[in-house]
Antibody
Framework: QVQLQESGPGLVKPSETLALTCSVS?????????WGWIRQPPGKGLEWIAN???????YYNPSLKSRVVISVDTSKNNFSLKLISVTAADTAVYYC?????????????????WGQGTLVTVSS | DIQMTQSPSSLSASVGDRVAISCRAS??????LNWYQQKPGKPPKLLIY???NLGTGVPSRFSGSGSGTEFTFTISSLQPEDIATYYC?????????FGQGTRLEIK
């Protein structure tokens, strides 16, 4: 079955860049879905960050767009997130997930499955 | 962007009760609405997609309804394992947004 696993540093200093990778197994990332990142600050709700298609098409949360880059590596079957100039407000559990599958007529978009999540703390 | 408002923010009910959670969209989103269940320390799990379709392996006591701007998630008979936080999520032009969540507790 499809499995996703986040990896990256658990501690990032303020003003630096947060970088995470999501490794996908059991499914080819080139098979047509969008792949996304979602985060959840401790004790708070879910916030979508960005989506990417294997073709390179990207969508970003407007509130984070200026600081986020999402990329895909089909040869490694993974996709990545970079968030620049982080502050304590970026401390969160970061999840990766499989997202939308778009046809010529529709683009139904739910996140399933999800990775287990990785806690990233921004602190000096 | 489209705002999603869930109510109530928390809910206490007894085992066997019928439980309903509301989600309201700031714009008409047709049936582009999903529901997730999140237990502590775990990622969210998809329960309902496209407003009323049951996810894979999801028990039939869970259901969803609605269209346009008003949606409802229902548990027909609350079980102890249903204790969790529930989120709605809309998808419009591949810019999804989540509701703020409803925390469900056993009375």
């Amino acid at each position: 079955q499809v499995q996703l696993q986040e990896s990256g540093p658990g501690l990032v200093k303020p003003s630096e860049t947060l970088a995470l990778t999501c490794s996908v197994s059991g499914y080819s990332i080139s098979s047509g879905y969008y792949w996304g990142w979602i985060r959840q600050p401790p004790g708070k709700g879910l916030e979508w960050i960005a989506n990417i298609h294997h073709s390179g098409t990207t969508y970003y949360n407007p509130s984070l767009k200026s600081r986020v880059v999402i990329s895909v590596d089909t040869s490694k079957n993974n996709f990545s997130l970079k968030l620049i100039s982080v502050t304590a407000a970026d401390t969160a559990v970061y999840y990766c997930a499989r997202g939308a599958y778009c046809s010529t007529t529709s683009c139904p978009h739910w996140f399933d499955p999800w990775g287990q999540g990785t806690l990233v703390t921004v602190s000096s | 962007d489209i705002q999603m408002t869930q109510s109530p923010s928390s809910l206490s009910a007894s085992v066997g009760d019928r439980v309903a959670i509301s989600c309201r969209a700031s714009l008409d989103i047709s049936n582009y609405l999903n529901w997730y269940q999140q237990k502590p320390g775990k990622p969210p799990k998809l329960l309902i997609y496209a407003a009323s379709n049951l996810g894979t392996g999801v028990p039939s006591r869970f259901s969803g309804s609605g269209s346009g701007t008003e949606f409802t998630f229902t548990i027909s008979s609350l079980q102890p394992e249903d204790i969790a936080t529930y989120y709605c999520q809309q998808y419009d032009h591949l810019l999804p947004t989540f509701g703020q969540g409803t925390r469900l507790e056993i009375k």
